[in-house]
């Protein structure tokens, strides 16, 4: 058997999630018998021709079945120090980026845009540079998302269906290049590439390279895999792969915040749910590496951080051996897990508690939670703390016990409702916000009627709302039938947003007159004499560019910089942004005298 075949069997048999993921593997999806000779693409060079030809003579040969075992045998995460020899078929200086220029494209939710960074730190360090014109790239890498979190939609045809329009507009592209230039390639990353795979390399042939979100280590080897003109891949999914040594790198010089992924994956495997299919089993990077990159975020002036991960408060670390002791995970009353109870590691208040320490001015926010894992020693820490934001996510998806069950998510009505009241008494003034799907399989008229008596309840004041799609690969779509009709879902959808809104602005209402602090991001988007910015629970504060006093100096009149801090008394409020007249320029620490 030749040994890619040994490679694939291998992968089938650890199914979606295997032990470990191969740093220097290539599931190359070449035309079937074809020799390498002919997915050869032209040199735009003489010279340039023997050298392809040796390298594709040494990828002829691959590794061998040991290189897999030795690779798949060692640990992933590695000390920023070590230096992982080469694959057996590239050479060093076959890695290098040779200075060629990387355009980057983010699709999709937080978690991506923290992909991005993720992915062009590891090439920053192979010797690429960075492009903001798509016309001088030499590489063009799509971080892609299988669902789209856009204009109250869920639907994954339109997600995807979006790249493949994009794709279409880079072949133009790449077909215009001259022979003068090497050749432009072209590479899909994230969570479309994982679950497409075979699809985006045969269809058109317009990618060069495909990588899923666990083998952003791999980009080096698979662009120089490319550079011979083949199709290079690693999709596989792994354990452990948390990237905890790779800083992420912040291309925004005015940016005031900055997300934090703090752990990768999910176990919860709600019915409906595509996440733990592409982006594999949940794992929790160490809290030293998260310490270390937040403090770096302090050290260049950001004012806030927020804490990434699919069920970020699942966070369980157990990389530090004497904290590993059997201690059962608390859950929120009256939630199940659909895993075995997890043991021992540092949890997410523990988390929570050394990153707030970080730096008393940044604000510290966390997205997405489960309902299931807030225990009272994370209310209580949110509580206590003024720099971590009264703000909370709390994804409901349906207001209808029944429903609730058949998406697998842990809990009934009552206790959700339970814990929204524990919640407001726990964090007086707390700011909820939540997602739903409108249309689930077997969703009936009462259960939607169950879901509009729940947002009239809690009172939401922000919301994500969408209409049901079914993914391949989930529970549902082998178990359950999508049965409600696309007009129902969609008619359900409107009635639920038109709910959503009159409870959020009488829920926001409530802040006018209240005077609040708001951390300043820059220029309103519809008005250049008004300035915008975030407060406490997240909603857009609108107000006028106007001179200010400063409170730490008294008498000086300044007017407000992104990164500020200023006090804002609202005067009007809808169901999604709030308006008022700023007051002064402030500390986070001296605000609490006023709000």
Not at 1 to 23: D, E, K, T, Y
Not at 162 to 173: E, F, P, S, V
Not at 534 to 563: S, T, Y
């Amino acid at each position: 058997m030749h040994p890619l075949q040994c490679v694939l069997q291998v992968q089938r048999s650890l199914g979606w999630g295997p032990l470990a993921s191969v740093s220097w593997l290539s599931l190359r999806m070449c035309r079937a018998h074809s020799s390498l000779s002919s997915t050869m693409c032209p040199s735009p060079e003489r010279q340039e021709d023997g050298a392809r030809k040796d390298f594709s003579s040494r990828l002829a040969a691959g590794p061998t079945f040991q290189h897999f075992l030795k690779s798949a045998s060692a640990p992933q995460e590695k000390l920023s120090s070590e230096v992982e020899d080469p694959p057996p078929y590239l050479m060093m200086d076959e890695l290098l980026g040779r200075q060629r220029k990387v355009y980057l494209e983010t699709y999709g939710c937080q978690m991506n845009v923290n992909d991005t960074e993720i992915a062009w730190s590891i090439l920053q360090k192979s010797g690429y540079l960075r492009t903001s014109n798509l016309q001088e790239a030499d590489v063009i890498l799509l971080v892609t998302c299988s669902i789209s979190l856009a204009s109250f939609d869920l639907s994954r045809e339109k997600a995807e269906q979006t790249i493949w329009n994009r794709l279409h507009q880079l072949k133009a592209l790449k077909t215009r290049r001259p022979r003068s230039r090497v050749p432009l390639r072209i590479g899909i990353l994230g969570c479309m590439a994982e679950r497409l795979k075979e699809e985006i390399l045969n269809r058109e042939k317009m990618v060069d390279i495909l990588a899923g979100p666990d083998a952003y280590r791999d980009l080096p080897r698979l662009l120089a895999v490319a550079e011979s003109g083949q199709q290079a891949a690693n999709v596989l999914l792994s354990l452990d792969e948390t990237y905890a040594d790779v800083m992420p790198v912040q291309t925004s010089a005015s940016a005031t915040s900055a997300f934090v992924s703090i752990m990768r994956g999910c176990d919860n495997m709600c019915s409906y749910c595509i996440v733990p299919f592409t982006r594999g089993r949940e794992r929790s990077r160490p809290i030293a590496s998260i310490l270390e990159e937040v403090k770096k975020l302090s050290e260049q002036g950001l004012k806030e951080v927020t804490l990434l991960g699919q069920n970020v408060n699942s966070f369980r670390d157990n990389s530090e051996v004497q904290f590993n002791s059997a201690v059962p995970t608390n859950l929120s009353r009256g939630f199940t897990t659909n895993y075995k109870t997890k043991q021992g590691g540092l949890r997410f208040a523990h988390l929570l508690d050394q990153v707030s320490r970080v730096d008393p001015e940044m604000r510290i926010r966390f997205t997405s939670p489960h309902p299931k894992d807030f225990p009272d020693e994370v209310l209580q820490l949110i509580h206590e703390r003024d720099n971590i934001c009264k703000q909370i996510h709390l994804p409901a998806q349906s207001g209808s016990s029944r429903v609730l069950e058949a998406m697998r998510r842990g809990y009934s009505r009552e206790a959700y409702v339970e814990l929204v009241h524990h919640i407001r008494e726990s964090i007086p003034g707390v700011s909820l916000s939540s997602d739903f799907i409108a249309g689930f399989c077997g969703e009936t008229e009462e259960d939607h009627v169950q879901t509009v008596s729940l947002l009239r309840e809690v009172q939401y004041n922000m919301g994500f709302l969408f209409a049901y799609s079914m993914r391949q690969k989930t529970r549902a779509y082998h178990r359950l039938k999508d049965d409600v009709p696309e007009e129902v879902k969609l008619r359900r959808l409107e009635e639920l947003i038109t709910i959503f809104r009159e409870e959020a602005t009488k829920a926001n209402q409530t802040s006018v007159g209240c005077t609040q602090l708001v951390l300043v991001e820059g220029l309103s988007k519809r008005s250049a004499t008004d300035l915008c910015g975030r407060n406490d629970g997240n909603l857009k504060v609108i107000f006028p560019d106007a001179e200010m006093e400063d409170v730490n100096n008294p008498g000086l009149r300044v007017r407000a910089q992104p990164g500020d801090y200023v006090l804002v008394k609202i005067t009007s409020a809808s169901s999604q942004t709030l308006r008022g007249h700023v007051l002064c320029r402030t500390t986070l620490r001296d605000s609490s005298a006023y709000c």
